[in-house]
Every structure is written in structure tokens, then in C-alpha cells.
């Protein structure tokens, strides 16, 4: 509607008598962009509306997704007249109304339209909404630093790496499968080199081969003899590559309770760096890029478990402290 007036008076009054605006229609409350306002809602505003022109209508749907009941009709609040009350009969009736308020108890802010229940504003509201979200990214983010840490400590553990290599895409696009995978580990103690070894996937006769990739039998032993039982930290399907380059009773279980066992980090380190979207989504983490990148990474975040926590607690930081048991 804004677009065809701009498009009349760039082009010059009209000579046709206006056409009656659209109406807008909604398959629900959601759809409904803000500015819209019902009738109780026109009632309610500072300084009341009539509701004159209807803008927009709000929809139910039966099963098959098809309009079946109109909900309500949605107005235009500068388009729509002033109700006949005088100034003196708006202040009798907003003296009597003690339940509306028209100032956010936040930030100040004085709404036309009355604040329901807790008097806040809209971006007040996002405001705590996304505080709350904060705290308990910062409770995840707690609980992330000590399971790293658990990991981390466990006797040999190995941080691994495994990655696929593909073959170039065909001409017209399409993807190859992968040709070889590439096995790298290092010490979780100390971040120190400990495998690197380029599996072929495919048979030695293929027509297209990773040059720098060695069949699997001839490095199965030095692979086992590095990760053999030992707890494998990674980030999240890289003992999904291994089972596929080398072959062996690899441990099943990222839950054990006693000897070696699987831990996919991903999801720790995105919980770690607890950082959230303005609508308050989890920012999803990328992978350090190697093997000692990545041990840099979780030695960084299983340092943070000891490290005083920013807090205005005065009994000082600690795992439980003024934590509410869950
Ligand atoms: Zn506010």
C-alpha cells in the first residue's frame, strides 16, 4: 500500500478516484506485523480510536490449512477517528482504570497502547527475556568447562582428528565420493604430535586416487598402536571417519564408567562460548582447524573451571556457590 503511494505521487495526482485500501489476511497472530490493532486493543489506546476501516484479518484454519473462521478484524490506529470522549471524560475514565499503565517501569518509555500485567515495554521485555537466556548460557557454560576438564585429565586420552578428502566434482558439478581420510592425533596432556597418516578409501586400481593416501593395511598397526584403547576426544564424527579408514574394535560408547571411551566435544564448545544471536539462539562453534588447534581450544576452556568467575559474590567463586540445586 505504501509502495502504490509512492508510486502516485511520483507519478502525479490520480485521476481515477482511489481505490479501497486492501485488507490484509493472516493465517495467525504470528503473521500480524506490529501497528495493528484490534478493537479492545483501539478502546484501550491513551487516546481512544474508533475502529473506522478495517486493514487487516486474522484467520483460524481447519486441518486442511483452509480459512475457516474469521478470529478478528485488525485496524490501522492512524486511519481509524477519535472516539467522542472529551479530555475531561478521559481523565475520569484513566482515573478510574487504575490497571492500565501507559509508562515501561524500565525504561521510561510512555506507549499509547497500555502496558498489560508487568509494565514493560517491548524491548524491555526482549531485554529480560534475553538476560535470562545469558544466565543460563553462563550455567551451560560452567557445566561444559568441567566436563573438558574431566576429559582432558583422563590418563592418555588423545585429542583426534579425521577428516575425509574428496575428489575434485565432476565437470557438471556433482560431488565424488571421498578418496582418503586423513588420521591425526595428539596428546591430550601436552598437545604433542602424536599420528598422521593419509588412508586410501579407495582400491589401489582406482582411475582416481589421493597420491599422498596409503592403503589401510599398511598403517592399521601404527594407528592401533597410537589410539588403541585410549579415550578419544574429538569434535563430532571424526571416530565416524576412522571406523570407515581403519578397522578395528574401535570404543562404541561416549559414556563409560570405567576404561577408554568416546568424547565428541562440539557441543561443549558451543555451550563454552554460551554466545547467543539478539534473538536469543545459541551461536552454533567451528572447529579450530587441527588437532593442536583444537587441544589449545580445550585447554583454554578447561583452564576457565579454576579460573575465578566474573560474579559480585562476595563468598567468591566455586563449581556450587550460590548456584539453586537442580
Ligand atoms: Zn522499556
Known amino acids: 500500500m505504501t509502495g502504490a503511494t509512492a508510486a502516485a505521487s511520483i507519478a502525479g495526482p490520480a485521476l481515477a478516484a482511489p481505490a479501497a485500501p486492501a485488507v490484509a489476511e493472516y493465517d495467525g497472530w504470528w503473521q500480524v506485523p506490529p501497528g495493528l490493532l484490534t478493537r479492545a486493543q483501539l478502546a484501550e489506546l491513551e ?51 487504575t490497571g492500565r499503565v501507559y509508562e515501561c517501569a524500565k525504561c521510561g518509555c510512555r506507549p499509547e497502547r497500555s502496558l498489560a500485567g508487568e509494565p514493560l515495554c517491548q524491548v524491555c521485555r526482549h531485554i529480560q527475556r534475553l538476560r535470562g537466556q545469558q544466565e543460563e548460557a553462563r550455567r551451560a557454560q560452567r557445566h561444559a568447562a568441567e566436563c573438558v576438564a574431566e576429559a582432558l585429565a583422563e590418563p592418555r586420552a588423545v585429542i583426534l582428528h579425521a577428516v575425509r578428502n574428496g575428489a575434485p566434482p565432476t565437470p557438471s558439478g556433482r ?49 592401533i598402536a597410537v589410539l588403541g584403547g585410549r579415550t578419544l576426544i574429538y569434535w563430532s564424527d571424526d571416530t565416524w571417519v576412522l571406523r570407515q579408514a581403519v578397522r578395528h574394535d574401535w570404543p ?23 554466545q547467543l544471536t539478539t534473538k536469543g539462539e545459541r551461536i552454533p562453534a567451528w572447529h579450530p582447524g587441527t588437532p593442536d588447534r583444537l587441544w589449545l581450544h580445550l585447554t583454554r576452556i578447561a583452564a576457565t573451571v579454576t579460573a575465578p568467575a566474573e560474579t559480585n559474590d562476595p563468598r567468591g567463586p566455586g563449581p556450587t556457590v550460590g548456584e539453586v540445586p537442580e
Open 175 to 223: 560431488a565424488r565420493p571421498p578418496l582418503s581420510a586423513r588420521i591425526r592425533a595428539v596428546d591430550a596432556a601436552n598437545g604433542r604430535a602424536l599420528l598422521d597418516v593419509t588412508v586410501s578409501l579407495v582400491s589401489p586400481r582406482a582411475r582416481l586416487r589421493d597420491p599422498n593416501a596409503v592403503p589401510a593395511a599398511d598403517v592399521t598397526e601404527e594407528v
Open 47 to 97: 487516546f481512544p480510536r474508533q475502529p473506522t476501516q478495517v486493514a487487516g484479518r486474522v484467520w483460524m484454519d481447519d486441518f486442511r490449512g483452509r480459512r475457516v473462521r474469521l478470529l478478528v478484524d485488525l485496524y490501522r490506529p492512524q486511519t481509524c477517528l477519535p472516539t467522542t470522549a472529551s479530555a475531561a471524560q478521559l481523565r475520569a475514565a484513566a482515573a478510574r482504570a
Open 252 to 274: 562404541q560408547r561416549e559414556y563409560a564408567h570405567q576404561g577408554p571411551r568416546l568424547v565428541a566435544v562440539q557441543n561443549w564448545s558451543t555451550s563454552w562460548r554460551a
